[in-house]
């Protein structure tokens, strides 16, 4: 049998079971899709988490310990594997009487040139101050303006978001005068992600060391504890419901693999039985199936895709990288099953498979 003569057979049972093929198809296709959407949730579910845990601040360590922090060690915490920014912070003692403002004055805090990156506070390259947003609504300012204060004019050099999220207090209506003073600082803030017990420990060495332990008083904590010491994400993702999609896929695909040739062992029995060579009908069933197979996956991988965008996170592909693992888990499950299906029919159970059709 030519290679002709096995497209024309392949062609013409295509077309006699084309119902029982869309059957197939749309069968691989919903529980494809289905398994992959609900991973891709699941998985997007923890990114989530994890971007709510960040933006409140939970990933900011924060070492207090008044006039025992040096900045030097405290900015070369960013050096760190990571550490996304570090800086030190010293509170002033008086506070900063704005001209728009001068019944309420406004604290502020000396801080190391990367502290204001901790904040999410990009001043692109200008000089001045960081305001809060607080202090920006109550004066209109933005950043390149300039303020009037009792100490002179103040350029304002961009501004940080301190929402009331469960945050510690104090922050949120302040002044930020970046600087290079060596002068020791009261806090070393470092923004770490993902969470590390390593970079929690260096953390330490931002002390200055003291010979009177109570004068230095470290208190280590997190700029946000309402969300838990600890993001669960790891732990989360790892038991997740859908973590078995892609073995129960294909255990399912497997089975229909197999089932969708031993619902034909009859008609593939008489072909046998008829002098078609066993290889080149094996050949027919190969292309019969991926006729039904490949249009099903490919439109499972379209919607997962689209699926994937719907939810604003096609940027990541951990989503994709995981509804692909259960893509390709069902095409390979499914063509074990039909070659399963295949090596069970037999000529010689030609008689058997007449009397059971």
């Not at 790892?238 to 693999?257: E, N, S």
């Amino acid at each position: 049998m030519t290679w002709g003569s096995i497209l024309s057979e392949s062609w013409r049972n295509t077309l006699s079971g084309t119902t029982h093929a869309l059957l197939w198809g749309i069968v691989t296709f919903v529980l494809v899709v289905a398994a992959s959407c609900a991973e891709i949730l699941q998985s997007h579910a923890v990114t989530l988490q994890a971007q709510e845990y960040t933006d409140k601040g939970a990933s900011i360590i924060t070492l207090q310990a008044p006039g025992h922090i040096d900045p030097d060690a405290c900015e070369a915490l960013n050096t760190v594997e990571g550490v996304r920014a570090a800086g030190a912070l010293a509170l002033e003692d008086e506070r900063l009487r704005l001209s728009v403002l001068p019944s309420a004055p406004v604290p502020i805090a000396t801080v190391t040139p990367t502290f204001p990156e901790v904040l999410h506070a990009d001043a692109h390259g200008r000089a001045g101050a960081i305001i809060s947003d607080q202090v920006a609504d109550k004066t209109g300012a933005s950043p390149g303006d300039t303020i009037s204060s009792d100490r002179g004019k103040l350029n304002v050099a961009a501004s940080y978001a301190y929402p009331d999220d469960g945050r510690a207090s104090g922050y949120g209506y302040m002044i930020l005068v970046p600087t290079s003073t060596k002068s020791a600082y009261d806090e070393c803030w470092v923004d770490a992600w993902p969470q590390s017990e390593l970079v929690t420990g260096l953390v330490y060495s931002a002390l200055i060391p003291s010979k009177d332990a109570e004068a230095a008083s470290p208190k280590l904590g997190q700029l946000n504890s309402t969300l838990g010491a600890h993001f669960s994400g790891a732990t989360q993702f790892d038991t997740r419901i859908t973590r078995f999609a892609p073995l129960a896929v294909a255990l399912a695909c497997f089975v229909l693999g197999f089932v969708s040739i031993r619902l034909r062992r009859l008609q593939l029995a008489s072909d046998l039985h008829a002098g078609a060579s066993r290889h080149d009908l094996g050949m027919i069933v190969l292309l019969d199936t991926i006729w039904w197979l490949t249009p099903a996956l490919l439109l499972a991988e379209l919607a997962s895709i689209i699926f994937t965008t719907a939810l604003g996170a096609l940027d990541d592909v951990a989503p994709l990288i995981l509804a692909n693992r259960i893509i390709w888990a069902a095409a390979a499950a499914t063509l074990a099953g039909v070659a399963l299906g295949w090596t069970l029919t037999r000529e010689q159970h030609l008689f058997n498979y007449f009397k059971t059709r």
